[in-house]
Nanobody, 121 residues
């Protein structure tokens, strides 16, 4: 299983970005797909997840600003990020797991390489 995350970049506060995570070797519609992020000097933290039934769950810090979605035909998961703030600056990772709504890193089986998001004030 390989996950390829993309879409990161340097933006200003208030801007939007859409991250993509393309998968090979696993049909994403049958598993949960999540996004995590890790800022410098901090632990990796949960951001959002979508499972095989389409149920979603978000960290409180991004609720109302971020939206996770899935395109089964493209076997790709997206993270639409709006109203970005400098606190959203981090490397964003996508991952796939078999638990119903996995929100802990240890509940995920495979990870992508990460994509850098930098938000300037």
């Amino acid at each position: 299983v390989q996950l390829q995350a993309s879409g990161g970049g340097l933006v200003q506060a208030g801007d939007s970005l859409r991250l993509s995570c393309a998968a090979s070797g696993r049909t994403l519609s049958r598993y949960a797909m999540g996004w995590f992020r890790q800022a410098p000097g901090k632990e990796r933290e949960f951001v959002a997840v979508i499972n095989w039934s389409g149920s979603t769950y978000y960290a409180d810090s991004v609720k109302g600003r971020f939206t996770i979605s899935r395109d089964n035909a493209k076997n790709t998961v997206y993270l639409q990020m709006n109203s970005l703030t400098p606190e959203d600056t981090a490397v964003y990772y996508c991952a796939t797991g078999s638990v119903y709504i996995p929100i802990r890193a240890r509940e995920y089986d495979y990870w992508g390489q990460g994509t850098q998001v930098t938000v300037s004030s």
